[in-house]
């Protein structure tokens, strides 16, 4: 335990320098526009996931659990993280990064906040970590926060493409705290959350270094909101669909940008 305790410090004044490292500037944002728009899915959604319930059913239940991880609705896909790439300098971070249960699982995003990314907290209930998309950014912690009283095992994985390695894997006690550094390669993008425990649990991570990003809704919508002028590239990323949505696009003063995304279902 003493060693795991040493390296978990060492590890985190590592992920210190690499998140001073960060190029992106609060700065006041003068003129700033909008980017609204839609996500939608072109073909049939995945079916949920149906998992047996084989520990703690105290809590987690007796019936067997689903994992809808393509929530769809009258053609609207839910849960994409849009991002928009290349802006360095702009509105603060949110307070708060949070998602938490019970199922479906919910987001909190808190308004303007600081100069830094608060950090990904996570609040498993009733046996789920939250929604099922969220965001993180390199050399912050994911803070996990039990409401259960019961045990989760936390295990996070860098994921590019195919090819998923293991990060972290450790025990977070009922009702407990557990605070786990993110520390990601130039290139890797993505985070794979799930727990040891309950197969059920799984979660997606997208890493961001600005806080210009929304999810989709139920309703297939989102908004990015004080951008400044000037010219982005819109990412729209889901963790089932295999192809990350690109689109290049202009911001004027005070301007309204509305895009479509429309991804494309592998299920025949």
Known sequence: MKTRITLLAVTL?????????????????DGGGSITGKVLLKGKPLLAKRFKVEKTPEVCGQEDRLLSEMRVKDGALADVV?????????????KEVVIEGPPPGARKHGHDGGMEFPGTTIRPKNCIFGAFTG?????KLMRFRNQDPVKHSPHTY??????????FNMDL????????PIDLKKKIKVVKLECDQHN???????????????FSGDDGDFTIDKVPPGEYQLVAWHPKIKKILKQKLTVEPNGVVDVVFEFKSRRK
Do not use: C, I
């Open 173 to 180: 006690e009922g009702n407990g705290s557990l605070d786990v």
């Open 158 to 167: 860098a994921v590019k493409g195919r090819v998923r390695k293991s990060m």
């Open 82 to 94: 849009l991002y928009l790439e290349g802006v360095t300098a702009g509105k603060p971070f949110a």
């Open 13 to 29: 004044l590592v992920f210190s320098h690499t998140q001073t490292a960060n190029a992106y500037e609060v700065v006041n944002v």
């Open 135 to 139: 965001v993180v950014a390199n050399g």
């Open 200 to 214: 059920h649990m799984q979660n997606w991570f997208y890493r961001v270094d600005s806080p210009y990003y929304a």
